[in-house]
């Protein structure tokens, strides 16, 4: 299957600064992709939808001036979160997806995730 | 609007036994379901997906599962456990018609331990 590959695998912040990760498709290209938030023993919560070359499309509840996501190429979408605070810690997964025909084959591959930690 | 129930957060198994996840859907349209597994601080694999036609889908590791539209129902099954199939699984149904996989509603998960 596709690979999706997203770095850091962990980071750890001080509150106040921003923090970068990037979600790559190494092979193949992905015109959407999406980040996905999960917090401890809870389910998978979509963020946003990446879209190449546009602005990406936020989940209700979401801040998009501290989540800001750039998808500047097929193969790269990353997510900054911007003056962190320690609420902000939790495991980022993002996923790309891969057009299929016909449509129903359309899959989606995950990241291995971030573990962001503010301090 | 879509949502999904995993039954059970966590479910304890013997190695060798039958292995029974829980899930069950809603949805206003022909649902599309997945079932991801989540090993430790990784991201997420598909199992297995339902779309259309046989409603008993069979997936990797030996998982399979069978979509009852009757009892809106999708539950993950497996013959025989083994060790290595301890994670954590999560159903999910596609939001947009047509199966796009990326914009999924996701249960919360039931994590799957498997004595020796």
């Known amino acids: 299957g596709a690979v999706v590959s997203q770095h850091p695998s962990w980071v750890i912040c001080k509150s106040g600064t921003s923090v970068k990760i990037e979600c790559r498709s190494l092979?193949?290209?992905?015109?959407?992709m999406f980040w996905y938030r999960q917090f401890p023993k809870q389910s998978l919560m979509l963020m946003a939808t990446?879209?190449?070359?546009?602005?990406?499309?936020?989940e209700q509840g979401v801040e998009k001036d501290k989540f800001l996501i750039n998808h500047a190429s097929l193969t790269l979408s990353t997510l900054t979160v911007t003056s962190a605070h320690p609420e902000d810690s939790s495991f980022y997964i993002c996923?790309?997806?891969?057009?299929?025909?016909?449509?129903?084959?359309?899959?989606?591959?995950f990241g291995q995730g971030t573990r962001l930690t503010v301090v | 609007a879509q949502s999904v129930t995993q039954l059970g957060s966590h479910v304890s198994v013997s190695e060798g036994a039958l292995v029974l996840l829980r899930c069950n859907y809603s949805?206003?349209?022909?649902?599309?379901l997945f079932w991801y597994v989540q090993y430790p601080n990784q991201g997420l694999q598909l199992l297995l997906k339902?779309?259309?036609?046989?409603?008993l889908v069979k997936g990797i590791n030996g998982f399979e599962a069978e979509f009852k539209k009757s009892e809106t129902s999708f539950h993950l099954t497996k013959p025989s456990a083994h060790m290595s199939d301890a994670a954590e699984y999560f159903c999910?149904?596609?939001?947009?018609?047509?199966?796009?996989?990326?914009?999924?509603?996701f249960g919360k998960g039931t994590k799957l331990s498997v004595k020796p």
């Open positions: 996923s790309a997806e891969v057009p299929g025909y016909p449509f129903l084959d359309t899959e989606a591959f």
């Open positions: 999910a149904v596609s939001v947009n018609y047509g199966g796009s996989q990326g914009n999924l509603i």
């Open positions: 092979d193949f290209q992905a015109t959407t």
């Open positions: 949805s206003s349209v022909p649902p599309y």
């Open positions: 339902y779309t259309t036609g046989a409603t």
């Open positions: 990446s879209n190449e070359g546009s602005k990406a499309t936020y």
